[in-house]
C-alpha cells in the first residue's frame, strides 16, 4: 500500500536530521556546531477508516488532517 492519503494527496516528504554539539552562545558557550547531516522522509499520519464513497461504504487510507476537518463521511 502507498503511503499516500486518498483525500488530500499528502505523501511523504523528504528532509535532514542535523546532528549538533556544543553549548549555546545564549547559555554561556561558544556556540552549537553542526557534527552530522543524514537524510530522513516525513511520513504523512494514515489511518485506515471505513468512509462512505459513492454510496458504498470502502476501507481507505486518510491523514489524521482530513478526518479533523471532516472531509471524508465515515461509516456508521
Request: some cysteine; charged content about 30%.
Amino acid at each position: 500500500m502507498s503511503k499516500i492519503c486518498q483525500i488530500c494527496g499528502k505523501h511523504p516528504a523528504a528532509g535532514r536530521t542535523i546532528k549538533r554539539r556544543g553549548m549555546a552562545k545564549k547559555k554561556g558557550g561558544v556556540g552549537r556546531k553542526i557534527t552530522g547531516v543524514s537524510r530522513r522522509v516525513f511520513y504523512p499520519n494514515l489511518q485506515k477508516i471505513k468512509a462512505v464513497i459513492n454510496g458504498s461504504v470502502r476501507t481507505i487510507r486518510v491523514c489524521a488532517r482530513c478526518i479533523k476537518h471532516n472531509k471524508v463521511t465515515k461509516a456508521s
